[in-house]
């Protein structure tokens, strides 16, 4: 069984700081995909970072970037330069290659202090 | 840009009244996907639909049904609403394959049942 691992429910940084969020997972799969998404208040779900398993560089999207460490089963995401637009709960998410389904951690409600 | 549609943004329905929640997607997508977000327990599969008619149960499909007669078109349907049905409704869509495998999310429902 595949399942997702977010252990900080809530966080909060400065504008301008860097937060690192943590993601952990478990599954036997070797080939798989990683993703980030963020969910802003009262708005819609969208993807922010994408890893693939095959991949050993890490995944970067402007302010966003992830360490990506397939042997601890460790995916956590870094947002540099934090600014209040990064307000939201963001979720990790596991797809193995093997199947049509998506696992899902319980999220991480982060919050920009100005 | 892919588009991913709900019917309602916000409904409220009486205990056992029939609940309809239509979801359309724009990219000819195969994959279609309910999920139930609720405070702490993150994303939760109801069902999910890998080609028209074809369906699966998810983690927690009691209650509910679904229907996918057109490849655009996946509806949840709640057979006698309950007041522990309440809770935001998540549609999304997703490619099979390799590459862009991500899902893409509508804007949900809230869904208040008295």
């Known amino acids: 069984a595949q399942t997702v691992t977010q252990s900080q429910p809530e966080m909060s940084v400065q504008e301008a700081e860097t937060v690192t969020l943590s993601c952990t997972y478990d599954?036997?799969?070797?080939?798989?995909?990683l993703f980030w998404y963020k969910q802003p208040p009262s708005r819609q779900m969208i993807l922010v970072i994408r890893?693939?398993?095959?991949?050993?560089q890490n995944a970067t999207e402007n302010r966003f970037s992830v360490n990506f460490q397939k042997a601890a089963k460790s995916f956590s995401l870094k947002i540099s330069d934090s600014q209040l637009g990064d307000t939201a709960m963001y979720f990790c998410a596991f797809h193995p290659n093997t199947g049509n389904q998506f696992y899902f951690g319980t999220g991480t409600s982060l919050t920009v202090i100005p | 840009d892919v588009k991913v549609t709900q019917s309602s943004r916000y409904l409220v329905k009486r205990t056992g009244e029939k609940v309809f929640l239509e979801c359309v997607q724009d990219m000819d997508h195969e994959n279609m996907f309910w999920y139930r977000q609720d405070p702490g327990l993150g994303l939760r599969l109801i069902y999910f639909s890998y080609d028209v008619k074809m369906k699966e149960k998810g983690d927690i499909p009691e209650g509910y049904s679904v229907s996918r007669e057109k490849k655009e078109r996946f509806s949840l349907i709640l057979e006698s609403a309950s007041t522990n049905q309440t809770s935001m409704y998540l549609c999304a869509s997703s490619f099979t394959g390799t590459g862009s495998v991500e899902q893409y999310f509508g804007p949900g429902t809230r869904l208040t049942v008295t």
């Open positions: 890893q693939e398993a095959y991949k050993q």
């Open positions: 599954t036997s799969e070797n080939n798989y995909y």
